[in-house]
């Protein structure tokens, strides 16, 4: 893949390894020169030391040729820059957006966003407190989440059935992880020790899911 990464900051910079490593083609526009060198230095990657939000700019990074396109400066300059890269033609567009009432400008462009990365850490931090035995969870809109959870010996779900649990209603079993293996449960799968259980329930069902699997 052919990638263009607007921004070399913390975020621009682990995009920049993320892309490298999966061996992806990568041209960083940074307007700092100092930062472009301190990337040149480390990485194998095109680094274009200019504004992003000049046209000229994406061209000299092919962007005629790019299949995407991910904005991670501010949200005024990553509107101008996703604005510039739809009518070249870059098939793919991501950003940064850290302001909730700029979201809808990008999304009528058909951007695909991601909001404040500070937000989703003080999430993540605070869901590590409220609910430990989470071990990674997505949000779907304000209604749903799917989330993962690993099962301990001390579990009470240790050697029952899927179908014996009666989880609440709004609340299914994806998937459960075993031995590097994704079993598609049934009602008479058999949950073990150490299984990594993926579930979808409404927000409003996970602490009585929760109290299913590991209250006493």
Do not use: H, W
Request: glycine share 6%; aromatic share 6%; with cysteine.
């Amino acid at each position: 893949m052919y990638l263009i990464i607007v921004g070399a900051g913390e975020i621009g910079e682990k995009l920049i390894k993320l892309a490298l490593q999966n061996k992806d083609d990568v041209v960083v526009i940074e307007k700092s020169k100092e930062r472009c060198d301190e990337i040149s230095k480390k990485y194998d990657a095109v680094v274009i030391n200019a504004d992003a939000r000049e046209k000229e700019t994406l061209i000299e990074a092919g962007a005629e040729n790019a299949d995407a396109l991910i904005a991670t400066a501010d949200d005024a300059t990553n509107l101008l820059v996703v604005n510039l890269a739809k009518t070249i033609g870059i098939p793919s567009l991501v950003s940064l957006v850290t302001s909730e009432e700029n979201k809808p400008m990008f999304i009528e462009k058909g951007v695909t966003i991601f909001g404040n990365p500070a937000a989703f850490t003080a999430t993540y931090l605070y869901r590590a407190v409220r609910r430990p035995m989470v071990i990674d969870f997505m949000t779907l809109g304000n209604r749903a989440e799917i989330f993962k959870i690993s099962i301990p010996k001390e579990s009470k779900a240790v050697g029952k059935t899927v179908g014996s649990m009666k989880l609440p209603r709004g609340v299914s079993i994806i998937a459960i992880e075993r031995d590097n293996e994704i079993l598609i449960p049934a009602q008479d799968t058999v949950f073990k020790e150490g299984d990594v259980v993926t579930l979808l329930a409404r927000k409003d069902k996970i602490d009585k899911t929760m109290s299913i699997f590991f209250e006493k």
